[in-house]
Structures are given as structure tokens and as C-alpha cells.
């Protein structure tokens, strides 16, 4: 008997979806609300658990609440493939849970096709990924880089602490400690995710095969020079601090002409100037500036360019300024084995897929430090996400999902 | 009997000073509050009517607190000087009081040299200098340039309507509009004012002859782009509404070489960026722009100019923008003749004096309206004021002073 190939049943996973987002809807706003460790983001957990139950998979949950459901060998390696089920506050539809329920629909796929892997497929719905606590405390607990002492100090931007939060939900913050996966027991990791960026739709692409995940420089600077009267200070004798910072943001473009890629990104998103009163000098003026790019080499010039450029508009200005910086993540180059299992599958399938980087933070570039891993992207339109607005088509997340099939039945079943 | 020049005596000038800052004098910050239409407001005009009936002056106060003292000729018109007593708040102790303190002064210096003027000398404690409600609602009432409009509408930053403060004092808001001076009743004004900025300081000159005051533009402008993820937004597929207004903030000098002067002042002192968070690309920003110079024409120019640059920094960033002209106060020029007394005083005395413009607004402006109008500046140490580190040197305090008395005393005894 020749079995049927297995494909993407798109209304059935279009019905997964929507069951995820029962959980957390704000019916006014049209946010979803599955913050990490919040009462929806549990409660959707013990659904999703049970969604895999009655496909008969057989399913855990580690202490730090990640979901697995496991098809095929009960033994021996896997391969994983998942994303996170918490959202930010009012966020959209598909962010991560779109890569959860794909993940499930796939081994529906698979079972309905009589597909029995020789490696075990786990689906994963990690936790807390969205970074309420400032990490990615899920991927980060099964590839075993979290540490007691970030444990005991993480909290969120209310000061709520993580063990607290954990607690409070009867989880044991310190079993994150204990629940890291045996090393090689995933033999790859595989997610899709929207883009959350405008690359793809503006290319009418349908999906991005991603190479690796720019890496982020995070500095906080502050310019002081002097509070006065608008009117009685005659310009060449102000230390005007939002002059400076202007004249500074302004040499944004040639630091990325001289040291930047195409994947380059620098961001001043944060601006506080002081006192801010019309009839005032500013005083002092507050920003962030976050670095982005797939290189490292590459990073660390546009930080030393930027050094420089701030410390020129400060001197031009008159002002004084300290510049801090808050965290350095290095960029993550992703599995090329697994990148070109996606690229071939793809071009099999039809699907034009465009090589990317990312410039988002997602559980893949976590798993990437534990075994093979990789992230396909799906278009998301206007590049919007973390927001109501967040959509991504049909079509475009069948063609992704119908891609990431075929990946996991070639690598279970090889 | 040859009767002894006039002469100020510092040390009760001091005195005085010092009694009117028992009002409103704030221990912790060392600032002064007697805001206008306030407790101690009021209290401080009690207390410095008390101090002209003791000096033998005929004392009345009009409809909106402005207190006058009128010493020498009972009917006829007068010479008139003084400044106001209201302070902003947490003020300092020099601002308005000291010209109020110092016209009293050269009428007590008058009395003891025996000076009996031909013309009646007023000092003027003038009400509401400082714009809590948006005017300077007591020179404006002397100079009868005030409506019943403006006295409905008129409210403070924390909406408190003009006529509900002046009422719960006791005061009858609608006074105003009886209460303007005949044409002619006052021949001359004169205000010694500190300067508020730092170019006598800077000149190591102790006293400034004001020729006119700046007018002021004050703009509010919207630029609004796209809200978006600073990772996954490429830096030519964004609309940062940040990296417009740092554009247009740079071309502000080059306005200034092309069609401004030494007295134009050009200055983005509040500024509002959202969504305002260090990962998101600033969607929107509100800004200020203040334009000030002591030529309309030149005003206009810069204006024309801001316009055109705002339009370009939008269309650079794929920004939509809006501009609001909130006000526009026309220059004033001061009286010419009285200025040349100033001066020709000056060079009696032997004092340096500098002709220049005034960036802040004064009571002299709208009393120049109404008759030659003359005022004085003496150096603020770092150029510093409404603030409680405003502070003068009492060495200057007294030249200006004394020019104002030798002044006071040609226009009133001629």
C-alpha cells in the first residue's frame, strides 16, 4: 500500500490557533494577554497539554512549565519542534503560538498519513519567552544555560520577582536548575515564526529560511549641559543637551555607511530630555541606542564609531556625558545542516524562500547552543507585531507550515 | 543751602529685599513662591503698601493688585518706575522684586537728599508679571491692553480659570477693564530688571541699557511615521520620526547664518517621542520650537526657513507632519529718548553700560505701548534665573541702581 504524502491541514490547524486564543483575548483592545506565568498563560498550557493528549502523543511539562508532547519512539533522541505559547501584554495572534500549533498539526499530519518517525518528533510550546523576566527562561532551561543566580534576581519591569511570579503558579523557580535535556537527546530543533519585520511581504515572499540572529548592543547615554533661559542665552554660549544629542543621532547613517551591513540596525527609541519645558535649554537629555547586526566583528565598529561620534557631538556642544552599557548579546549563526535541509525542501515544494537573517530574538538562537537548530519565517504584514494589528495570511502560513512538515518527516524518518 | 546729591543706600535697599523674600520662601529648596493671585501674593503687597505709607507715599492698589506709591505732585502726571513682586514657582530672590525694591528705594533717596520732584514720581509693584495665566496681566491692565475675552478664557497649566483665583482673593477680575491710566498720565517708565542670562557677566559688565525686546514665535510640530521593531526593520524600509526631528534639529544653525542675527535664538526645548521605548522605532514625535529675535522681518525669515526644513527632514523619513503656530509676540522697541538718558546717565556716573536687546519678556514691552518705556539690566552670576541659585552681586545691584535714581531724578525734576 502506498501511503498518502502527508500535508497540512490548514483549517484544522487554523482551529488549533483559535483554541490557543480563547486564552487571554481582551475583547476591547483585541490584545491577546498570555503573559509568562500569568493565570492565561497556564490555563492555556493545561489545553494545549491536552490537545496533545488526545492525539495520543505522550505528554510533560518540566518545572518551568515548557509543554512537550512526544510522537513516535519513546526512547532515544528527538527532534523538536515548537515555539512559545506566552505573549506580551496585548499582543497578536501568532506570535509564537502560530509555531506551536504548527508544530502539533505537523505530527497530525504525519499520524494521519501513517507516517511513524524512526526518531521521535517533540512538540514543544515553550514558556517565557517574551522576556517578562528578561531572558528566554523555556529554551533557556532545556539547553541548560540558566544559572541559580539569575533565578534568584530576575524580575519584571513591575518588580515582580521570578520566583515570586513562579510561585505563585506552585512552580519551583530552582527546578530550572534540574530540567535541562541530556546532551544530544534533540537531535535538531526546528520553529517557524512570523517575521515581525517587512522584509518578506515587501519582497512577496512567502517564507524566510533564517541563517542566524543579529546580535544586541543595548547602551544608555546621557548628555548634561545646562538648563537656561531660551530667550536670554545667546546660542554660542548654551550646553544645549538635545543639540547634541541631535547633532549625535545624526551621524547614525555614516557610522552604518562605514562599518554597517544591509543587516545593520541602530535605534535611538528612547528619548527623555530635562526639564522638557518649551521655554528651557534642555539640560540633559537621556537616550538609548541598541546595536544590531549578524556580525559581531561588525558590531563591535559601529560601537566604537558611535563612542566617538558621542563624544564629539558632546564636545561640540559643551556637554558632559557617561554612556552605559546595559547588555551585549552576541550574534547566533544557525545550524547550516538544518539550513539546508529547509532550503532543499523548499525548492522541492516549490516555495521561492528567501535566506535571511533575523532581527528578533527567538527560542531557536537558545537551542542553537545546545544541538543543530532552525527557524523558517512567514511574512507578516506591514512587519507589524506585538500589537493587535499582527497578521500574517492563509496562505502564506501553509506554504511555511507544509515546509516544516516535509523538514520533520525527512529528518524523524532518515 | 546746597542740598546733597541723591544717593542709594544699599544696605536698606538690602533690607527691604530681604523683607519682601519673607514671602513665599521655601526653606527646603530655597525658593521663593508667591505666584500670582496666591497667598502670599497677596500678603507680600500688604506688606510693601505698609512700607510706602510709612515713607510718607500716597499708597492705592487697582482692580488686578497692582500696587503704586506715588510720592511728590498730588494731581498731574507722573513719572513711573518699579517692576513686578509675583515670582514663578520656586523662583528666585531677585526676579521682579528687586526693580520694585529699587524704584521704592531711589523715592527714599529722593526724600533724604530733599529732592521735591516737579513731576510725581510712582512706584509701580506690578501684579501677574510672570504669566501664570499666560499675559502679564498687570502692566496690561495699566496699559489698558486687556479684554474681557482674554480675562474669560485666561487659565493656568493646571486649568485654574483667572477669574476663580481672583476671586477666591477677593478681586474683582472684570476691574481690569476700568483700570487703564489716562493717555499721558504717565510720561516715562522705568524698570531695572536682572538680565536672566549671561552676557553681562560673560562682557564682566555691570549694567545693560535695553533697546528692545525679542519677539517670540513659538511652533508645535507632529511628526508621525511608523511605530516598529528595531530589530526586524531594515533602516531603509523605516519612517523614524526620532531621526526626522534630529535632522531638522541640525539645520537649526545653519537658519541662523542665513538669516539671523547676534540676537536670534532658535531653541527645541520640549520634546515627546512615542511609543518611547528603547526596542521600538519611535512612531511619533511632539516637539517646541521657539524662534526669538529682536526683528520682526528677521522672525519671519526664520520662520519661512523652519517651515521649509521641517517639510524636507519629513519627506527624508517617509513622515507625515503637522505645525501648530501657538503664538507669535511681535519685537518691541524701547523708547529711544529714555535710552539716551540711560546712557548719557551712565556715562555721568561713570559706569560701563551695554546697549542690548532683551530675550525674556518684561513689563517695560507692554508699557512702551503706552508711553517711553526704559529698562535696565544688571549681570545674573551663570546667567541663571527662576530657579533658587538666581542670584546677583550687590556691587552691580548698586550701579544700576544708581543710575535708575539719577535717572528717576532728571525725568521727575526737569
Not at 483559535?18 to 491577546?32: H, I, M, Q
Not at 549641559?225 to 541631535?246: E, K, Q
Not at 532550503?343 to 531557536?364: C, F, Q, R, T
Request: hydrophobic letters at 40%; proline letters at 4%.
Amino acid at each position: 500500500m502506498v501511503l498518502p504524502t502527508p500535508a497540512i491541514d490548514i483549517d484544522r490547524l487554523r482551529r488549533l490557533l483559535d483554541g490557543v486564543n480563547t486564552f487571554g483575548f481582551n475583547a476591547v483592545t483585541g490584545g491577546y494577554n498570555r503573559v509568562g506565568y500569568s493565570d492565561d498563560d497556564m490555563a492555556v498550557r493545561d489545553w494545549f497539554a491536552q490537545q496533545m493528549g488526545k492525539d495520543g502523543l505522550t505528554v510533560s511539562r518540566d518545572p518551568v512549565n515548557n509543554l512537550f508532547g512526544r510522537y513516535g519512539p519513546g526512547e532515544g533522541a528527538c527532534v523538536m519542534a515548537g515555539s512559545h505559547l506566552d505573549t506580551v501584554p496585548e499582543g497578536g495572534a501568532f506570535d509564537g503560538s502560530l509555531g506551536a500549533c504548527i508544530a502539533l498539526e505537523c505530527v497530525r499530519a504525519m499520524k494521519d498519513a501513517g507516517v511513524e518517525p524512526k526518531t521521535a518528533v517533540v512538540v514543544a510550546a515553550t514558556a517565557e519567552e517574551e522576556g517578562r523576566f528578561g531572558g528566554m527562561l523555556g529554551s533557556q532551561t532545556i539547553a541548560g544555560a540558566v544559572t541559580r543566580e539569575w533565578i534568584e534576581l530576575a524580575s519584571d519591569s513591575d518588580g515582580v520577582a521570578l520566583t515570586d511570579a513562579m510561585r505563585a503558579q506552585g512552580l519551583d523557580p530552582f527546578g530550572a536548575l534540574d530540567a535541562a535535556w541530556t546532551p544530544g537527546s534533540i537531535e535538531a530543533f526546528l520553529e517557524l515564526h512570523i517575521e515581525q519585520g517587512p522584509v518578506l511581504e515587501r519582497a512577496s515572499i512567502a517564507v524566510g529560511i533564517v541563517n542566524g540572529i543579529s546580535g544586541v548592543c543595548n547602551l544608555q547615554v546621557r548628555f548634561e549641559g545646562v538648563a537656561n533661559h531660551s530667550g536670554t542665552t545667546p546660542m554660542d554660549m548654551r550646553s544645549d543637551a538635545f543639540a547634541g544629542l541631535a547633532e549625535f543621532a545624526c551621524t547614525i547613517p555614516s557610522t552604518i555607511d562605514r562599518f554597517g551591513t544591509d543587516e545593520s540596525r541602530i535605534t535611538i527609541g528612547k528619548v527623555d530630555i530635562h526639564p522638557n519645558f518649551a521655554h528651557t535649554i534642555p539640560g540633559a537629555a537621556d537616550f538609548s541606542i541598541i546595536i544590531r547586526d549578524t556580525s559581531e566583528h561588525v558590531m563591535r565598529h559601529m560601537r566604537a564609531s558611535i563612542m566617538l561620534d558621542i563624544e564629539a557631538a558632546a564636545r561640540a556642544h559643551g556637554l558632559s556625558h557617561t554612556i552605559e552599557e546595559k547588555s551585549w548579546l552576541s550574534p547566533v549563526t544557525l545550524d547550516s545542516g538544518i539550513h539546508a535541509v529547509l532550503a532543499e525542501e523548499a525548492k522541492k515544494l516549490g516555495i521561492d524562500a528567501l535566506d535571511m537573517p533575523s532581527g528578533a530574538g527567538h527560542d531557536a538562537q537558545t537551542m542553537q547552543s545546545f544541538c543543530p537548530s532552525g527557524l523558517v519565517f512567514i511574512p507578516s504584514r506591514n512587519g507589524i507585531s506585538h500589537a493587535p494589528e499582527e497578521w500574517s495570511d492563509w496562505a502564506d502560513i501553509e506554504k511555511g507550515a507544509q515546509l516544516m512538515l516535509n523538514a520533520l518527516v525527512r529528518l524523524s524518518c532518515a
